[in-house]
């Protein structure tokens, strides 16, 4: 680590200087060089796997002294790019997996808290709350391989945020390898701490672009005793809006779950997932899945639950914003009805290629903002389904489009892509009108990294520079994530 | 707010800069110079009462130009002597009073937020949501009077952060003022948005150091349909921390606050509190105050909140973890049992002189931390009685002392107060052995400034640093507030 092996071989000197796990060869390096979707890919030095925080801050120590970029890697499986190499880099990154750490390092049921390495799974960490007696709920399609380092780099949301929080709400403390190679311990088991800055927030969220998160804290629940889900049909967006804040009045914290998805999306997922089956007689153009989730003994748990969902649903029926509902009566049935929405992305990539729209809006404004985006969509382009769905409670839709055939030829593929710049745009313009955000819970990536700053105000813009450049001055963490290379201009 | 008025006098020139309210002479400026106990006081400039976003911009930019340090204050109601001029400052700073700026800009009762300037009290704030049928849950002794941008800017906890969460947790968006004058809007009315480094939640909790926040985005909740209170007698805070356990597991977020007192607590209200009134025939040691609220039609939510609580307490006394119990049945009995927890701080007052200690830790250790840190301040500091109470649910005690003697003599009372600094080091440093925080919800202004200092790695005091000299690189907000103010030294 001293400045003449500058002189040699990077890769010589880093062997030197890091005696773990390393790989250089193509072949070994491939699997972390692109992105599980094949959207993005880009070369590497190496790909290092620590064992541990120590190594870690071994790698980003040389890193540092070499002016070698990191690109920190958890389960691979963001959705905009973040996590791979970019394309076009100066200088080839190191490669930074976390997989290999994935110990849980403390689990305390009385103080309701889990303390884990970043590399775990999202399952593993469900996994050991619940060895413990504990919800941990962060819940999302990818928990299988995901992992919570990077659950917490992008700030993930899921199917419980309505009552959980996104992953920041779920995170006590962190520890993070600064791009100096220090380890920052900010593994606080504290629900209350107002002894400084709130560097655990900042560094949730920025996409490895300020340090290497390592371990973190995270906040158990009590398991639920009872779950009950519901399918309803609703004739439009505006009347599941109604039955969303009916419900939040009526079942309050119990309501764990409130998802809208069109018929396009449910009649998808039974055409293409084997054994889905459509639980209401007749079809409906909009459904809410709703969830309740009962504390307390277990015994009539779930019928206390399905009591409370019958009662709210009741109401809304008279007041003519339900036309009719599907309840679980058993584990089976629950997962089911779950099935109906979570497979949705998967029904709609058997179609072919998708456009997808990770958006925020503010809850009151959505059932406006389908009608007319809808609207304007269909006339402006005229060759595409609308597949649209999302987390209604959080005001999040994934505001998707399908080709209008099903399994188009590569020319139909091709025209369809084409639409997807001038699409984001129409999209993305009306979520600005609205006060949305164009990424509710993907993060920016390089996927959304230029277009967001294109709505960002540049003195938001310029907060944002001064940040990194105070916590990464050089510049090395995870080049071209999140932020436009360009440096904002700065103001008087 | 050219060069050349810099000759001339910097009141001249401020005047001549903005035409809002303005005070300059001392008897005008005193009350805002001086923190409510009287703790603390410092010199201003003048005292500026701006009445809207741009005025404050206004103000800021002419403090920039000309150098001119800025005390951000609302309802100067703080613990911590973060609201008022440092008493020693090289240069004489602008006061910032922002109680003028009170308006509630929007509320949107279907996405369940609401928008207002910070100088509103947390009353107004409060009645606002209201008003429109929603609960804004920040609840705090001096919510009459402090302001929600003060609240905000030190994080403020509170009685129903258990269900609910701190400030920083009810809050969307911000608009902030920055050091140069400029207007951050970051007001979104959104429960997600990942679109780069989260600014919110850096400014919350920078007690004004980073730049002036003028207003917020906060959540509601639905109103509960019914609440009660309970006051039970334990034996010690370990069958304090089981019954917390059973609490959570059987209630869930209904248990909406979970207090701890000792019965030198409850004796203090009862000596010093008209009409406060002993709600158990029998003295214990220890008392939980706990709260459950449930949402849902009010006909029979009383009853049905009673006989939750009653499951638990039954279980409870079967397992030898409660001796006693009182329950509201009534409005009345609910305040009057609330009564005796919130009036602890005004009994000890009546005592005499205090020392208090805001403290968190984990929740499970809080038992063992309470045992082993009261023999030690016994043994070492004989001469005083121990207050202790808090948010056990929260892992947050306010570890108290008042004088043996009630109402010393001013040698007794001096006696007692040089007790202060030894006292804090000894509980400070049982605190930090035990991971906790020596700032829970109060921050750290300049009471725990170099506290706090003396227990952060330099790392972590370094990072804070670098935030500060990113965000405020002129050095002019709230001098000599939650940072020491030698810097640290740079490390490699």
């Not at 905009?80 to 076009?88: D, I, L, M, R």
């Not at 629900?191 to 560094?203: C, V």
Request: glycine share 8%; hydrophobic share 45%.
């Amino acid at each position: 680590m001293t400045a003449d092996t500058h002189a040699a071989s990077p890769l010589d000197s880093l062997r030197a200087a890091y005696a773990g796990r390393l790989w250089s060869e193509p072949a070994d390096m491939a699997p972390f060089l692109t992105d599980w979707r094949g959207k993005w890919t880009g070369p590497a030095l190496a790909v290092a796997q620590p064992a541990d925080t120590a190594e870690v801050a071994q790698l980003l120590a040389w890193c540092h002294a070499h002016g070698v970029p990191v690109v920190p890697q958890g389960g691979n499986t963001g959705l905009s790019g973040g996590s791979v190499p970019e394309a076009a880099g100066q200088h080839l990154p190191l490669l930074l997996s976390l997989t290999r750490m994935h110990r849980v390092r403390q689990v305390d049921a009385l103080n309701n808290t889990l303390v884990v390495e970043a590399g775990a799974t999202l399952q593993q960490v469900q996994d050991a709350a619940r060895a413990a007696g504990r919800l941990f709920p962060l819940s999302l399609a990818a928990e299988g391989s995901c992992t919570i380092g990077g659950n917490l780099a992008t700030n993930a949301g899921g199917v419980q945020v309505l009552r959980y929080g996104n992953a920041r709400e779920l995170c006590l403390g962190l520890e993070v390898v600064t791009p100096e190679g220090e380890v920052w311990n900010g593994l606080r088991t504290l629900r209350k701490d107002n002894t400084g800055y709130d560097l655990r927030d900042l560094y949730i969220g920025s996409e490895g672009t300020l340090g290497v998160i390592t371990a973190a804290v995270l906040k158990l629940f009590p398991l639920p005793a009872a779950q009950v889900a519901a399918l309803v049909a609703v004739p439009s967006p505006g009347e599941a809006l109604q039955l969303l804040a009916l419900a939040q009045q009526r079942l309050g914290a119990s309501l764990t779950a409130f998802e809208l998805l069109s018929d396009t999306c449910l009649s998808l997922v039974l055409q293409h997932v084997p054994g889905a089956r459509r639980p209401l007689a007749e079809a409906s153009p909009w459904y809410v899945l709703l969830e309740v989730s009962v504390t307390g003994a277990e015994e009539g748990a779930t019928d206390q639950a399905q009591q409370a969902i019958e009662g709210v649903l009741e109401a809304a029926m008279e007041a003519g914003w339900v036309a009719d509902a599907a309840l679980s009566a058993t584990l089976a049935q629950f997962e089911a009805l779950w099935a109906l929405r979570e497979n949705i992305s998967e029904a709609q990539g058997a179609e072919g290629p998708t456009i997808k729209h990770d958006i925020a809006l503010p809850i009151s404004r959505i059932p406006d903002f389908i009608a007319h985006t809808d609207a304007a969509v269909a006339a402006a382009f005229p060759g595409l389904r609308q597949v649209v769905f999302g987390h209604l409670g959080d005001g999040n839709l994934h505001y998707n489009a399908s080709p209008a055939i099903s399994s188009p030829d590569a020319a139909g593929r091709a025209a369809f892509l084409a639409l997807e710049a001038p699409l984001n745009r129409l999209v993305h313009d009306a979520v600005h009108a609205a006060g949305g955000s164009i990424s509710a819970e993907h993060g920016l990536g390089v996927l959304r990294r230029d277009e967001s700053a294109r709505y960002k105000a540049p003195l938001e813009l310029l907060l944002m520079q001064r940040i990194k450049a105070a916590l990464d001055p050089a510049g090395l963490m995870n080049p071209a994530k999140l932020l436009p290379e360009t440096p904002v201009a700065h103001r008087p």
